[in-house]
């Protein structure tokens, strides 16, 4: 096939080394900075530097952009898309993208599947991708009315990029599981690392500090537009911590041991019982 790969971040860059390197697949880059092309050209991981006018031979394009402007570029350049051609995306919000890009799929003709790889790092950009990011990984589908067919080419290719499997969900899942498992960890990483003892944290910590403050290296720009396009979620996500949070301090503040352990060994359990 020809893919066209719209945006040489850190997913983008990722996905065209791993197609490179797991497929016989031609890869079409688009990028608003043209340095970044060429030096994805330079290394091969992309055959051809391309721009909107690519779209046109192009049997499948992914939007490795922010969320909004995946729409915006299709709002902008989806004349140039032939009809039956495979658009999907990587933003990791969903009820916010998908009923934008299905009206823009019927408007344009082409078929679009939602899409939402789970990987990345603290690092962006094309410097930090690399083939095997995806190793293991999940890849989430949220089909957004697409065909099985079109489904199953998405699912196929991701098992040839390595990830390890292909979870298909709906857009309100997708969000709700989401503010769990990736935002709530940055906000919670992002409040502690606020505190002054941060500053001094060097000779004090270990495993513990790295584990909870990894993910506080954020690109905020993106992820200010993740939170507030899933705010319902994640705020019910808040008030779930905070709540516990308080059972915590509340049993801490009265010296409560019984209290307290039987809070702590409830976390425990869950934690143990996950097998993880």
């Keep these: 096939m020809n893919i066209a790969i719209i945006g040489m971040g850190i997913i983008g860059g990722s996905f ?4 490179k390197k797991y497929t016989d ?5 688009i990028n608003r900075t043209k340095s970044t092309l060429q030096k994805a050209y330079d290394c091969k991981a992309i055959d051809e530097i391309g721009d909107e006018i690519s779209l046109e031979k192009a049997d499948l394009i992914i939007l490795a952009t922010y969320p909004q402007a995946a729409v915006d570029y299709i709002e ?3 004349k140039h898309i032939r009809q039956g051609t495979i658009v999907t995306d990587s933003a990791g919000i969903k009820t916010e993208i998908c009923p934008k890009m299905v009206s823009l799929s019927k408007k344009f ?3 679009f599947v939602g899409g939402h790889p789970m990987a990345g790092k603290e690092k962006n950009g094309f410097d930090v991708s690399e083939a095997d990011l995806y190793l293991g990984a999940s890849y989430i589908l949220v089909p957004c009315e697409a065909d099985e067919r079109s489904i199953e080419i998405i699912s196929n290719l991701a098992i040839k990029l390595g990830f390890g499997g292909v979870k298909i969900t709906t857009p ?4 709700r599981m989401i503010a769990f498992t990736s935002q709530l960890p940055h906000v919670l990483a992002c409040a502690y690392v606020m505190s002054p ?7 004090f910590s270990a495993g513990s500090y790295r584990d909870v403050s990894r993910v506080a290296n954020i690109n905020s720009e993106l992820w200010s537009e993740l939170f507030l396009e899933n705010r319902e979620p994640l705020m019910e ?14 049993a801490i503040g009265k010296e409560d041991k019984e209290e ?13 019982a996950l097998g993880e």
């Design 76 to 78: 902008k350049y989806g």
């Design 260 to 272: 307290l352990a039987a809070l702590l060994e409830k976390g425990h359990k869950v934690k143990e």
């Design 237 to 250: 996500e808040l008030d779930e911590l905070i709540k516990n949070i308080n059972l915590i301090k509340d």
């Design 197 to 203: 003892c941060c500053l001094n944290h060097k000779g």
């Design 25 to 29: 697949h031609h890869i079409i880059g």
């Design 109 to 111: 003709g082409f078929t």
């Design 172 to 175: 309100e899942e997708h969000d």
């Design 16 to 19: 065209a080394k791993a197609f």
